[in-house]
């Protein structure tokens, strides 16, 4: 590549790496669209946010008694963690995290980030209400039951009345089958109008609903006659979802944390990482000359991709040992670089020409690094995977890192290597290289 074609690609990579750079933090209106720093945008968990984190222990117990066997409990334990998060996600907290953790005394947390008015959230989830669809003579008849029929229950608009709410019911599979064949029946197949009740918590709710023909799609609404506020609606929707839940939980610990510990968090982060950066940037510099410097821009592409990648990815929450991955990264990032520079300082001393020496240390050390990145990425998964809600931050920055490090050093370096070799590929001191030293006797 010519010197010109260089200086063109060069200004072009300058300008981008600083346009990032600022793209990263500040926030300005694009017509009716606010744009807001990508790094900004980076969904924060618990620890930096703040929220509320609450620990239930599950009930081993049937109603009358018995124990219920441990195989059955593990089942009804993993539906009500989904059951859970469905119901965090309906009630818009999306960063919700629900673990279960088994043992001689089973429990499962709950974290949710960012949470107004916790007291509030907690108090509807542990008092769950149970929904029946009964016969409206003696309430004996069960047709519909919330715990083994429902899946999902929220707030819609009333139909009629305007500023009132109702509730919505979504059925599971079963459920939707079953409410079709009831309808069916009540109504003898559209010829005749049959009644059912809706009970809750064993009260009457709705009496006498009619129902005059098949109900199909698994949906059907509950209301009152003059409505409900949306308070009403949104405590009775999410303690019917509760209600869902395969297992009785009892709380036993209550967490409330404020943002002031995720501020200073991010801060002493920024801080660390800034710190580190700059660390390791003088030593490139200082050890490999200009290939240490060309390393560096490729280092700076490397942090705003990295923060690209954090803030677009839908699975990525920062958490603080989220910011220790990240700080981590930056080291690690310039890993690979050190590999295939010193392994390009070893074929220069041994006789190669500068432009040789460099494509032979790539293609040589790269091997090197690929073996090295995978056994990293190896257990990066195992501790996403298997690990506790507490390493999960940790492990997903730290395999960001690895494969937007590779990329870097393996293409992004060495492109940008080749880029300056028109201007001094004669002058191998520039880039740290030095010959073999004759020893004479």
């Known amino acids: 590549m010519s010197k010109k074609k260089s200086i063109v690609v060069f200004v072009v990579l300058a300008v981008f790496i600083v346009a990032a750079g600022v793209l990263s933090v500040v926030s300005f209106p694009i017509g009716l669209y606010d744009y807001t720093g990508y790094a900004k945008a980076i969904k924060l968990g618990l620890d930096l946010s703040g929220g509320v984190s609450v620990v239930y222990e599950v009930v081993t117990t049937e109603a009358d008694g018995t124990e219920i066997p441990s195989d059955v409990l593990d089942q009804r334990c993993q539906g009500a963690v989904e059951s859970l998060q469905n119901l965090l996600l309906s009630k818009s907290y999306p960063e919700s995290v629900v673990t279960y953790n ?39 008849e069960v047709y519909i039951e919330g715990k083994n029929h429902l899946d999902n229950a929220y707030v819609l608009a009333h139909e009629t009345i305007s500023g009132k709410y109702a509730v919505g019911l979504q059925f599971n599979t079963e459920g939707a089958k079953k409410f079709a064949e009831v309808t069916k029946e009540l109504s003898q197949d559209g010829s005749t109008t049959g009644y059912l009740t809706i009970l809750v918590n064993g009260e009457v709710l709705m009496d006498q609903v ?10 059907a609404t509950i209301s009152s006659s003059n409505g409900y506020t949306f308070d009403e609606a949104y405590d ?17 610990e209550t967490r409330v944390l404020g943002p002031t510990l995720g501020e200073n968090a991010i801060r002493n982060g920024l801080i ?33 991709l990295l923060l690209i990648f954090c803030a677009i990815l839908p699975w990525v929450q920062l958490t603080l040992p989220g910011i220790a991955g990240i700080v981590l990264g930056i080291g690690m990032a310039v890993d ?35 073996d090295a990145n995978i056994t990293t990425l190896i257990g990066a998964v195992v501790l996403w995977v298997f690990g506790g809600s507490s390493i999960v931050g940790f492990a997903v920055t730290l395999f960001i890192s690895i494969i937007i490090s590779m990329f870097t050093a393996l293409v992004v370096t060495r492109s940008l290597i080749k880029l300056a070799l028109p201007f001094d590929s004669q002058n191998a001191g520039g880039y740290g290289l030095k010959r073999e030293v004759a020893n004479n006797e």
């Open 102 to 140: 088994k043992g001689a005394t089973p429990t499962i947390r709950v974290e949710v980030p960012d949470v107004d008015d916790p007291e509030r959230l907690f108090d509807l989830i542990g008092r769950p209400a149970s929904l029946q669809f009964v016969n409206p003579d003696d309430h004996s």
């Open 210 to 219: 009619s129902v005059s023909q098949e109900i199909t799609g698994g949906n």
């Open 236 to 252: 009775l929707s999410t303690s019917l979802q509760a209600g869902t839940f395969g297992v009785d939980l009892i709380e036993r």
């Open 272 to 304: 660390a990482g800034a710190i580190g950066l700059v660390l390791v940037m003088l030593f490139m510099v200082v050890f490999y000359r200009k290939l240490g410097l060309l390393a560096n821009m490729a280092l700076l592409i490397y942090v705003e």
């Open 336 to 370: 690979a670089n050190i590999i295939i520079f010193e392994r390009t300082k070893d074929e220069f001393r041994n006789g190669k020409t500068l432009i040789t020496a460099i494509d032979t240390g790539f293609k040589k050390g790269s091997v090197a690094v690929i």
